[in-house]
């Protein structure tokens, strides 16, 4: 298992922070670096929870979104994946600061190949700086 704990400090509200991460709408695979269009679908969404598919012809999961707005969290279970198994997702923590917010990401990790494996290694020396700036550029695009 390896586990990738990342904060993004953006000057938009959590709230706006929080719709960007929970928007399953058409403009996501534009803002979101790791998510193509042949990869992503959504398979069903509630208020506060969705189903969907998202990755790239490299790596894609299919997730459990749920979120709760009052607490500013958002946890996202992998259900199905070419490269994760059970165990991993996506936890994101929101917290306002006097100009914006910081997002904490967590990121859980359980290789289910070879494949998942040698991308573990890879976390190590650069899944800090590859998801801060996913992150980042998706926050700045608004998604």
Same mark, same amino acid.
């Given at each position: ?8 400090? $953006?000057?938009?509200?959590?709230? &706006?922070?929080? *719709? ?20 992503? %679908?959504?398979h069903d969404v509630g208020d506060d929870w969705a189903d969907v598919t998202e990755g790239n012809r490299f790596a894609w &999961? *299919? &997730? *459990?979104? +749920?979120?709760? %707005? %009052?607490?500013? $969290?958002?946890?996202?279970? $992998? ?18 600061? +006097? ?32 998801? %801060?700036?996913?992150?980042? *550029? ?6």
């Amino acid at each position: 298992m390896s586990v990738l704990d990342v904060t993004i400090t $953006t000057s938009l509200p959590t709230a &706006e922070v929080l *719709r960007i991460l929970t928007d399953f709408e058409g403009r996501r695979s534009a803002a979101w670096r790791g998510v193509d269009d042949k990869h992503f %679908a959504v398979h069903d969404v509630g208020d506060d929870w969705a189903d969907v598919t998202e990755g790239n012809r490299f790596a894609w &999961e *299919r &997730e *459990r979104y +749920q979120w709760d %707005a %009052a607490k500013g $969290t958002v946890s996202v279970t $992998t259900t199905d994946s070419n490269l994760w198994g059970p165990g991993s997702g996506w936890e994101y923590r929101l917290t306002p600061t +006097q100009v914006g917010s910081e997002l904490h990401v967590r990121a859980i990790r359980n290789p289910k190949n070879l494949r998942g494996r040698v991308v573990v290694l890879l976390l190590r020396p650069f899944g800090k700086k590859l998801t %801060a700036g996913n992150f980042s *550029r998706a926050l700045a695009a608004g998604a």
